[in-house]
């Protein structure tokens, strides 16, 4: 149909000689300079400490936890066995694969080392780390886009884009991009004018309604987002692997949100050193 949008966007952003720089993988360097950024300002407004190396620890902290947590995920949420017997695949990072639910958790348990080497109390961390997570999420489902991977299910709707490759050349839901506004810029604006509140609100808030809002987010996405094709659809042919981790979080969120309010602790830095006061 001459109406159709073909996406015919290069992953690879430029290329020196050997060196091969993706879009996918400077979405994910963006995404963690601009957290950094934002998270030092967060900090300043709630008037809580957050030295240079404090923030540079949780960075890098988080940075391994997305990482691995992301590969591991998708090896085991979504390998569908492979990787069982191909355990070396695992490392084959330049095949593709990263689990947003993996690299979640993966961000969670980085941060009960951060918090740990820090002092920092672990639900402020996780809460100042929940507001600046949908920027990495938009700039990620963007880099998606263009990769021309996870795309959604055939649509007659104008704004189909024809994928082509193992897509086919019919028109399908552009779901990359649905993802990016709901996770990414509708997330991120509901967390960043909540965080405008000073003080700020209890501990937890901002991780419950981050769990929440993506939660909901993603399990209603997924009914126009093309299955993994090694899985499919599971439990009668119309639920998704995605929907089933995602509606946990849903769950989780409610609860730490409950927690946040009736416990109403107040979020804090860096503890006191010898001679502060």
Not at 39 to 63: H, P, Y
Not at 97 to 124: C, D, E, N
Not at 172 to 183: C, K, M, V
Request: net charge neutral; glycine share 12%.
């Amino acid at each position: 149909m001459l109406n159709d949008i073909y996406q015919n966007l290069d992953p690879v952003a430029f290329a020196i000689g050997p060196l091969v720089v993706r879009w996918y993988g400077i979405a994910y360097v963006l995404g963690f300079l601009f957290a950094a950024l934002i998270m030092s300002r967060l900090a300043r407004r709630w008037r809580i400490d957050v030295d240079a190396d404090a923030l540079l620890t949780i960075i890098c902290c988080v940075i391994v936890g997305v990482i691995v947590g992301a590969r591991l995920g998708y090896c085991l949420f979504y390998g569908n066995g492979y990787y069982l017997e191909h355990p070396l695949d695992i490392l084959a990072f330049q095949q593709g694969g990263m689990s947003f639910h993996g690299g979640l958790i993966g961000a969670l348990l980085s941060g009960v080392v951060a918090s740990r080497l820090t002092g920092m109390p672990y639900l402020t961390l996780a809460d100042l780390g929940a507001i600046v997570a949908p920027i990495g999420l938009f700039l990620g489902r963007c880099a998606n886009f263009v990769n021309g991977e996870l795309w959604g299910a055939p649509t007659d709707l104008p704004w189909g884009v024809v994928f082509g490759g193992s897509a086919g050349m019919m028109p399908r839901h552009p779901s990359q991009l649905y993802e990016a506004l709901l996770e990414g810029v509708l997330l991120f604006i509901v967390l960043f004018a909540l965080s405008r509140k000073v003080p700020p609100r209890p501990r937890g808030t901002f991780i419950g309604v981050f769990l929440t809002v993506y939660g909901i987010a993603r399990f209603a996405i997924e009914f126009v987002r093309q299955p993994d094709a090694q899985l499919g659809y599971l439990y009668g042919g119309w639920l998704t692997m995605g929907q089933v981790l995602s509606a946990p979080l849903v769950i989780a969120g409610l609860a730490i949100v409950a927690f946040a309010i009736a416990r109403k602790l107040p979020q804090q830095g860096l503890p006191a050193r010898e001679g502060d006061g």
